[in-house]
Structure formats: structure tokens, C-alpha cells
């Protein structure tokens, strides 16, 4: 407010100006794809057949990659939210000096990230409407623009049976280079789904080393060291061998039935609303994240770092997909009050958020509204949906596919008893001996006891617990739960978080082979207190990993039991 003193008629006024000045910063509302019709997202290969859309995807990524890193919609500045740089977003604060926007161990953990995806989506699409653009005019131009107006992000489906002679993890994520088609003619690029390149690295947002020196985003890298490259052998082999417990957890979670609080977030207590004993979408994320990352300390490893690396989208995208499944199978069931379980960016542990929680920052309109979770429950609101939800999808059409895609098998698949259609509340095995039961891993343990990520990895059979770059060719490996943390060595006591890693899959397996008599309660407990092995692995602050034995396990299915733990090294 000035004010200006006047002379009029000998006396002396003074006249108040109010002055309002508008604010220089102007918000950006989240819209999504919106405008040119509601486009599944598809999955990475099934979207590699369709080569104008991939190729505009690429093309688009690569442009979207190259963007000033102050740019608010750059692949940088967005990917920033989810943690590092600890830096506000269109003009929403923190509370916290640490940490970013996105929550995790929530119940808003599955809402949060659906706007989250739908801005990164968004802002690629930008860059591919760009390239349209350019192309000549015409016949070409039409043809990319209506492969453009279809095109959404694509979904990494990491739990399904790969194609026969195909890798669990799509060659689309692991060459080095592409071949493209762009405005200029045919060229070869670098893989912008390979990995992201900082431009520049920015030493100040990245915390800490090895993160400081890393020049792009790696996968499992050969060391810590600032030559080190991805090992994506390894990475390939190691998401090969969790397929089948991948592929498990999540026809669980889609055949359970259970409230959407318990399958949506890992989180035990803590005012969060689920027993010890469940497992989660976001158990079996975490667990994506720790295998991408690896035990050298990728940037899929730690929370902060995770969105950088170009797979993390095609891994959420996938997230997001299960979300859409089950609030499709199970309508009445969605987010509930629950308390938060850790500080970030925006929040504060303890708060309570519901589903009329702004999920900040992502701004619904330019009055500053944002998005919450209750306006976000269908997705075509930002403009897509997912290959089972179109035409005319049904209850009935969805249970096929999910049966389609996730039924366990085993060696011996007709032994498998669906769970739809039927009354059925669980799918389980016939033993042979006139009894069913399902058998799991329940992993129980706190989020931070280790200062960062870490992972419990499972053995029923002989392996070489001593060199960890083996575990993913051998045969005793029936699976692994992550617990994916920040960096920093954060420590917030009392966070507990749950999985389950199914075995029935497995000792079905060795009952066929002989090694395992009948799947009877008694034979299966004395089995497992011989062979079961599991060991719990972090990254040192150093070069190498380190291995715990701090974490406790029981098996469910028979009575709960201790059993055997062993360490590389011990």
C-alpha cells in the first residue's frame, strides 16, 4: 500500500492508493492429455508395434530430457518433485527442509502419484506435439498427429509372463541406442529409456556421492565409483528370477478382496489401519525399485533419486494401472483417514489425510486448487485409461484378463484353481492330499532400521550365498521384498512396514520334482526349517553392500516358525 499526500482547497488530504500487484509466478494447472479424447496406456511392447507412436515417443522423451533444467515443466524440475532437490513446485512451500512432495508408507500413496504421472505426461506430450509440427505438411504431418492425439505414457508390466523368448524387462529399456525417424529424416540417438542424462549435473541438488559425481542415471552400476556403468546383465537376470513371485503377489492383491488401505500401502500401525500380516502394491514397488536400483546404489534405489531414471515412469505407469484394476473390481473401497507414518516435503508425521487431502503440489485449476484424491479415482479425468477398462469393459472382462495375466502357475499349471470365477477368497493349490493352503513369506520390519534401502532375498534350494551376482540365475531363488527408503540415513523410529513373498509356486515345484513329499502343513514346516535361507542386504557408504540380520520373518500358511538366516560372509 503507498500513500500520497494531496494539497486541495488549502486543507491537506490524504488519499489511501491500494495497490495490488499480481504475483509474477502464474500457476500451472495439471490437465493431463486432455482434449483429444480419453487413449489407454499401453504396455511398452505392445506400444513398440505401433511405430509412429513409439517413434513420437522417443522423439518426444529425448526433446523432453534436453530441456532447461529451470524449466518447471522439464523432465528435471518434474521428476525433482517425487524428492531431490528438496526444492518447492509451482509455488507450494514446504514444511520440511528435507525430503520431497510424494508420500510413501501412506495411505495416499496410490493417489498422490496419479496426478504426479498425469503432469509428467502432460509435459512429454507437449514436446511430442512440437516434433508433429515439424514434419512436412500434409499426408506425413496428419499421420503423426493422430498417432500423437492417442498417444499416453506407456506401462512396464513386470509381473506378467514375458513374450515366449523374451526378457521380463523389454529390450526397449536396455539398448543403448534407437533408431528414429524424425522431421529431419532417419538418425540413430541415444535411448532416452536407457537412461537420463543431467545437463548439467547440479552437485548442490544431488546431496551426496556417489550421486554427485554420476553424470546420468544407472541401473545396478558395476560400482561407485564415477566411471561406473549400469550392469544391465544383471538387471535383466535378477528381474527374470522375481517374475514368478511378481506374478504371484499381485493376482493376491487383485483376488483378495481386502479394503483399499491395506492393499495400497505397506504401512503396519501408526494409525494406518492394517495388521502385520497383508501385502501391498506398494510392497511389491518397493521391491521394483530395489532390483532396478541394485545393491551398488542406482538411482532407483533411493527414493530421492528414483525419478530421474526413465524407468521409473514406465514402473509407476504400471502402479497406477493396478490402482485403476482394483478400484474398477472393488468400487465401494477407496481411501480412507489415516495418519502419516513420515515427514516429507508437505506433510508432517502423524497428520491425519483422507480423501479431500490436496495433494500438493498439483494444482487443479489457476485459483490454486488442487487436485484430491475423491476427483482422481477414474482416470479419464486426465484423459486415459488402460487396455482392460476399454470397450465396454465389465467386472467379468476384467477378472478374465487378470487371470489371463497374473494366474499363478506352476510346472504342473492345471493343478492351478482359479480364483474367478467362484466364491473363492483365496487361490490356492490342491496338494493331492484333500487339503488347500497358500504359503508366504510375511516380512515384517521397519522402515528405516537400516539408515536407506534395503532388501530381504529368499532361497529354498543351494545357492552361492556368498556371491550375490549369482542369486538371479539360481534355481533355489524364490523371491525377494524391497523397503525402499531416502538417502540420508533418515531414521523415523517406529515406521513399520509389512510384504508377503508367495512360495506355494515354488514348493509346488519341488513336490513335482520330488525333492517334497506332499504340501501337507507338517512335511512343508520341516522343509522350510532345513532349506529356507534369507538374507538382508543394504548399500555401505562405500563401494560393496552390507548384510544384516536384524529383521525377523515367519512363514504363514502353517504355524508361525522361525527360521534359519544366513549372510554372505558368515
Known amino acids: 500500500m503507498l500513500v500520497f499526500t494531496t494539497h486541495s482547497s488549502g486543507l491537506i488530504g490524504l488519499i489511501w492508493i491500494f495497490l495490488f500487484f499480481q504475483n509474477a509466478f502464474s500457476i500451472h494447472p495439471v490437465t493431463g492429455r486432455t482434449g483429444h479424447g480419453v487413449h489407454p496406456r499401453l504396455e511398452i511392447r505392445e506400444l513398440a508395434k505401433d511405430r509412429d507412436q513409439f517413434n513420437l515417443y522417443l522423439l518426444g522423451l529425448q526433446r523432453f530430457q534436453a530441456m532447461d533444467q529451470n524449466d518447471m515443466l522439464s523432465y528435471y524440475q518434474i521428476a525433482g518433485i517425487h524428492g531431490r532437490p528438496y526444492k518447492e513446485y509451482d509455488g507450494v512451500p514446504g514444511v520440511h527442509s528435507s525430503g520431497g512432495y510424494c508420500p510413501h508408507v501412506s495411505n495416499m500413496f496410490m493417489p498422490w502419484h496419479r496426478p504426479f504421472l498425469a503432469l509428467f505426461e502432460e509435459a512429454l506430450l507437449r514436446k511430442v506435439d512440437e516434433i508433429v509440427d515439424q514434419f512436412p505438411a500434409g499426408a506425413t504431418r496428419n499421420r503423426y498427429r493422430s498417432a500423437a492425439d492417442k498417444l499416453r505414457v506407456p506401462f512396464w508390466d513386470w509381473a506378467m509372463n514375458a513374450p515366449q523368448g523374451e526378457n521380463v524387462v523389454p529390450r526397449q529399456l536396455t539398448d543403448e541406442f534407437v533408431s528414429v525417424t524424425s522431421p529431419n529424416g532417419d538418425q540413430t540417438i541415444s535411448n532416452p529409456l536407457y537412461s537420463y542424462k543431467f545437463n548439467p549435473l547440479n552437485t548442490n541438488d544431488m546431496g551426496g556421492y556417489p550421486y554427485t559425481v554420476w553424470q546420468n542415471t544407472l541401473r545396478r552400476p558395476t560400482s561407485r565409483d564415477g566411471n561406473a556403468k549400469s550392469n544391465t546383465q544383471q538387471f535383466v537376470s535378477m528381474m527374470d528370477s522375481n517374475q514368478k513371485s511378481l506374478h504371484d503377489r ?65 514402473h509407476h505407469a504400471n502402479v497406477d494401472r493396478a490402482m485403476a484394476l482394483f478400484n474398477f473390481l472393488y468400487p465401494d473401497t477407496y481411501v480412507e483417514p489415516g495418519r502419516q507414518t513420515q515427514d516429507n516435503f508437505q506433510w508432517s508425521r502423524g497428520q491425519v489425510k483422507n480423501a479431500w487431502t490436496p495433494l500438493k503440489p498439483f494444482h487443479s485449476n489457476s485459483n490454486g486448487d488442487f487436485w484430491m484424491a475423491k476427483d482422481i479415482k477414474d482416470p479419464s479425468v486426465f484423459g486415459y485409461t488402460y487396455p482392460e477398462l476399454t470397450n465396454g469393459a465389465t467386472t467379468s472382462s476384467v477378472r478374465s484378463a487378470i487371470n489371463r495375466l497374473y494366474q499363478p502357475q506352476s510346472s504342473s499349471s492345471s493343478r492351478r484353481r482359479s480364483l474367478f470365477p467362484g466364491n473363492s477368497t483365496v487361490s490356492v493349490y490342491t496338494n493331492g492330499t484333500g487339503s488347500d493352503r497358500e504359503y508366504m513369506l510375511n516380512v515384517v520390519g521397519e522402515k528405516f532400521a537400516l539408515g536407506g534401502s534395503y532388501a530381504i ?22 523371491g525377494a521384498n524391497g523397503v525402499l527408503a531416502p ?33 501337507d502343513e507338517d512335511v512343508v514346516e520341516a522343509f522350510l526349517s532345513l532349506r529356507l535361507h534369507w538374507v538382508v542386504v543394504k548399500v555401505r557408504s562405500n563401494s560393496g553392500t552390507s548384510c544384516q ?22
Do not use: Q
Open 487 to 519: 538417502s540420508g540415513g533418515v531414521t523415523m523410529n517406529g515406521t513399520t512396514v509389512t510384504g508377503l513373498v508367495p512360495i506355494t509356486s515354488a514348493l509346488h515345484d519341488l513336490h513335482l520334482g520330488g525333492y517334497l513329499d506332499s504340501l
Open 250 to 314: 499381485m493376482y493376491g492383491l487383485f483376488t483378495r478382496a481386502a479394503p483399499f488401505v491395506e492393499v495400497s500401502t505397506e504401512c503396519v500401525g501408526n494409525g494406518c489401519g492394517n495388521d502385520v500380516s497383508h501385502d501391498s502394491f506398494e510392497s511389491v514397488h518397493d521391491v521394483i525399485h530395489i532390483i532396478s536400483g541394485g545393491n551398488t546404489g542406482g538411482h532407483m534405489y533411493l527414493l530421492d533419486f528414483s525419478a530421474f531414471d526413465p524407468v521409473f515412469w514406465l
Open 549 to 570: 540380520k536384524s529383521l525377523s520373518n515367519t512363514i504363514e500358511g502353517g504355524r508361525r516358525n522361525p527360521h534359519r538366516r544366513s549372510c554372505p560372509g558368515t
Open 457 to 478: 532375498y529368499f532361497f529354498l534350494g543351494e545357492c552361492d550365498l556368498e556371491d550375490m551376482s549369482s542369486w538371479g540365475d539360481c534355481p533355489g531363488f524364490v
